[in-house]
């Protein structure tokens, strides 16, 4: 298990916590309604991860009542299998919309500042951790291991500063969209809009630059999928080759994504214009379940739409170190896993 941490603050004034011991075994997952039963949790606490990650929607607020989100937050910390995850295993946690504060909410959201609060306050984020107090948003870092073992966990705020989603017409998304198990939304077309805000655009940056190994980039929503009609980074453009071209002009070596937010959970794999595949395992959900899953030219091999969460596993004792990502199912069981080494994502000198 990690052990020995400490915090500091980067220049950007990011908190980062480092440990000395490399993770093996990350989990993560997403989309778990408090409202029901969440047995899954048992097969999670079975792994004894060195570290699990809420990638968002850790709870459906979906409210303007802070005591409201408060309460919905009670009910997940007074579940038998939650509270074995947090006494047990290193948490990090990112929202998406629905414990934001509402669905596909942006920048625009009334009570961010109240949510935000109250999420930290229920993941035990100490009251000097500048997730409290940034101006735009609680996007965070943590690194963990030394030397040629280490792991950096990046995970950016797609929620504080989102500008506005691009919309389809109700009649396109009902004669064209609907039947084609794509959502309602389009790439924005209006120039400089992004979802993540200049200042913490200048973080990802550095954090890019940093050392690690592997650079793990955590995000609330699905990266690599061209267009889904449903929420993406695929709807904001510019952010997304922004991300690709800061990976080839800072020669950034070890990028692995892993996502949530979509109710079915999947591979994608993208080498358009890069030195090297990015890999994303979208893990989706702890609860949730949606059947009408969105093309995606990307998907390696099929998906699924039962409730799953994720594992990345690292073999350390290699010369290569072996790296698996695996999607696993309420009883652990693997339902899909791709394996590569690190120097396959790793071609810079």
Known sequence: MIVK????????MSTCTFATTAPSKILFGSCGHQDKAIPIFDAINN?????FLFLGDNIYGDTNDMKVLASKYQKLGEKPGFKTLRANTPIIAMWDDHDFGQNDAGKEYAHKEASRQIMLDFFDVPNSDIRRSRPDGIYT??????GMQTVRVIMP????NRDALAHVSEFEYYT??????????????????SMLGE???QWLEQELQKPGVIKLISSSLQLLPDFTGWESWANFPDDRDRLFALIKQHKVNGVIIVSGDTH????????DNLDYPLIEMTSSGLTEKWKDVSPNKHRVGHYTHEVNYGDLSIDWQSADPMI????????????MQTQFTLSSISPYK
Not at 47 to 51: G, I, K, S, V
Not at 141 to 146: K, W
Request: glycine share 10%.
């Open 176 to 193: 064209k969209r609907k039947a084609n198990k794509q959502g309602p939304y389009s790439p924005t077309k209006i120039e400089g809009a």
């Open 264 to 271: 079915w959970g999947e591979i994608s794999k993208y080498s």
């Open 199 to 201: 200042m913490q655009w």
């Open 47 to 51: 792994e004894n991860a060195d570290l």
């Open 5 to 12: 941490i400490v915090t500091v603050v980067s220049i950007l």
């Open 324 to 335: 698996s990502l695996k999607l696993k199912g309420i009883d652990g069981k693997v339902i």
């Open 157 to 160: 705020d797609l929620r504080w």
């Open 141 to 146: 870092s943590a690194m963990y291991g030394e």
